[in-house]
């Protein structure tokens, strides 16, 4: 098993389309799915819930180690379980998004993590999500996508999905809130947000999820990787 099962990396940063598109196309390959993004939410959840600080790595290397999660699937909705206890809503808020980005530039957190996202790997195949997706956890995968648009695209749309969901956030707070995040991402020692040389590079500002995802699937079915970095 392991090496000698596909992989699909779709990467970039937040509000860029990846966990839709990824979720579409697992379902259209009949694929396992990874959310790596999730973890590292669940990580920080846990971590305030049990009063362990942001920044403290050995504490938070141990937690992640024992992280105790499930993603059960279900046909109508995503569900997310921390503890036996569903966190779906808590895990998808702003400032566990937040929380998350400032555990993630841990080497600590990781390496702890790493494993677990690895174990993920099984037949038929695996989509996975996340931001090092491509470079670090699956340097060998069959395809790499990364998505990226601009950061007011992004604050819009994040703007919308919060406010369909009965939530009001001030547009310009998310928009602040989105350029740290990339930042801290972008400059992070450990892995930092950024696409691998053999990826495929789709900016998704002026596109819909159905033209994205046409045209990963069209990456997909012609072979897979080597864009060396192009954008499409």
């Known amino acids: 098993m392991g090496a000698s099962v596909p992989v699909i990396t ?10 839709t598109i990824s979720r579409l196309l697992a379902a259209w390959l009949g694929w396992r799915l990874l959310d790596s993004g999730a973890l590292y939410r669940l990580l920080a959840l846990d971590a305030v819930a ?36 569903e966190v779906t809503r808590k895990v998808r808020s702003e400032s566990c998004g937040n929380n998350a980005s400032k555990l993630a530039a841990l080497p600590g957190v990781r390496k702890a993590l790493l494993k677990r996202q690895r174990d993920f790997r099984a037949p038929p195949g695996l989509i996975a999500d996340g931001r090092d997706m491509g470079t670090d956890v ?15 695209e992004r604050a819009g749309r994040r703007h919308k999905q919060l ?9 310009a707070s998310l928009l602040t809130e989105i350029s740290e995040r990339d930042k801290r991402d972008r400059e992070r020692l450990a892995s930092p947000l950024r696409p691998a040389i053999d990826a495929v590079l789709i900016d998704t500002t002026d596109l819909d999820i159905d033209t994205v995802l046409s045209r990963v699937m069209s990456i997909v079915t012609k072979g897979g990787g080597g864009g060396g970095g192009v954008i499409i």
């Open 10 to 19: 779709i990467d970039g940063p937040s509000g860029v389309g990846k966990g």
């Open 50 to 85: 049990r009063g362990i600080a942001l920044d403290d790595e050995p504490a938070l290397f141990s937690l992640g180690c024992r992280l105790d999660c499930e993603f059960p699937r279900l046909e109508d909705r995503e569900c997310i379980l921390l503890n036996s206890r």
């Open 138 to 152: 699956f340097p060998d995968a069959y395809a790499k996508i990364f998505l990226t648009a601009t950061p007011q």
């Open 163 to 171: 406010k369909e969901q009965g939530t009001d956030v001030n547009l």
